[in-house]
């Protein structure tokens, strides 16, 4: 992990509110024009503002944020409800901000209240951050944005359904994680009423709120597990460190195995060939082979009819990482929650004949010139059916 991490931690842990999200297209400014400044999503509120703005009015105060624990910007945050516009942003950061850059899109930004008119700003670009900064909080893979209350953290037992609660009353541990997806699944079905007519129409909607529904499971098993330990005092600081890291390491590497879990009951419920973790050239094994092994090792069978597809949760510094897990197949595919990455990382990733599939509702954090290049899961599984049939 980078140097301005663990600075990014404790500057949310010391304030009083905190809040996250990408950084897309629209807030660089596609046009070259970066006057609009980075849009405040309305959960955010409580963060600028005591009460929210009122349509028909534009409201604004301004704040000093200190970015990256270096510099400091005079911003402005308003509230544009005249006309056709309803939304917030901060704005004035000056001519040299660092942050209004095509490879800024896709990082993750971090603003922190530390009183009513101070702030610390954070941007976080390495995949290894995003994801340790959302074990860190608990912030579920798939949203990149969340307010941050450190007195909310321990409010999900008292908000959870009952039918969570019905499923963490048959653990005593953390179950393997492909039965975490499976009653992820099943709750899904009883809360949303998610079936497989739902997974066939809209695949895009239903893993992300599979995706949602497993983390709050998790949180709640996690709590049940762990309150036990934490109760009573550490012998010495080195155990919790030790536990602290232990924490961690689960939320982080439970968050990728179950996005292939719930890739895979899609592509069962679709009818899809496809096998997982088959072992290509050098002993790798890529997420998602269609039809399969067999088909992948039999030099008869058309190239052409071989799909690769990869699944990370981020993918800024690990779409490389795919390219070279099936020689065969010179396409390849990766899925991933990422929102938004730079153009000129979409220019290496198309010459490189990677193409992205996403949430069909994170396609539009991407740069409009590439955006038509990148696949909607349901578009995914259209083109996997027509290369089978």
């Known amino acids: 992990m980078s140097g301005i991490y663990n600075q990014t931690i404790t500057a949310v842990q010391n304030s009083m509110v905190a809040f996250c999200r990408y950084i897309t297209a629209n807030d660089i400014g596609e046009t070259g024009s970066h006057q609009s400044g980075f849009y405040i999503p309305k959960y955010a509120i409580p963060v600028f503002f005591d009460t929210p703005g009122e349509k028909g009015t534009n409201k604004d105060r301004n704040i000093i944020i200190k970015w990256q624990n270096d510099f400091e910007t005079s911003s402005r945050v308003i509230y544009y409800g005249k006309g056709t516009r309803n939304e917030y942003r901060i704005t004035r950061f000056g001519k040299h901000f660092p942050f209004f850059t095509d490879d800024n899109i896709g990082n993750l930004l971090i603003i922190a209240k530390h009183d009513n008119d101070t702030y610390s700003g954070f941007v976080l670009s390495e995949d290894d951050d995003i994801d340790s900064f959302f074990a860190h909080f608990n912030i579920p893979p798939d949203s990149g944005a969340q307010l941050i209350e450190q007195k909310e953290a321990n409010r999900q037992k008292n908000t959870a359904s009952a039918t969570l609660q019905e499923i963490v009353a048959k653990f005593s541990d953390f179950p393997q994680t492909e039965i975490m997806t499976i009653s992820a699944q099943s709750a899904a079905e009883k809360i949303c009423g998610i079936d497989k007519k739902t997974i066939l129409s809209n695949p895009d909607d239903v893993i992300i709120k599979w995706i949602d529904i497993e983390f709050a499971l998790f949180r709640m098993i996690e709590e049940k597990v762990y309150n036990p330990i934490i109760s009573k005092p550490f012998s010495d600081c080195q155990s919790l460190i030790d536990f602290s890291n ?101 220019k290496e990733m198309k010459h490189e004949n990677l193409v992205l599939v996403v949430p069909e509702q994170y396609r539009t954090c991407f740069s409009k010139e590439y955006r038509d290049g990148i696949l909607s899961l349901k578009n995914f599984i259209s083109m996997v059916r027509f290369t089978q049939n």
């Open 246 to 346: 232990t924490i961690l390491n689960r939320r982080k590497s439970r968050a990728g195995k179950s996005l292939e879990h719930h890739l895979a009951k899609i592509f069962m419920s679709s009818e899809l060939k496809f096998e997982t973790q088959v072992i290509t050239e050098d002993n790798k094994k890529p997420d998602f082979i269609f039809p399969g092994g067999k088909e992948y090792h039999d030099f008869s069978f058309p190239t052409e009819k071989l799909i690769f597809l990869g699944a990370k949760t981020t993918c800024k510094d690990r779409w490389r990482q795919v390219l070279n897990e099936a020689d065969r197949i010179e396409k390849k595919y990766l899925f991933t929650l990422q929102q938004g990455v730079s153009t000129n990382q979409l």
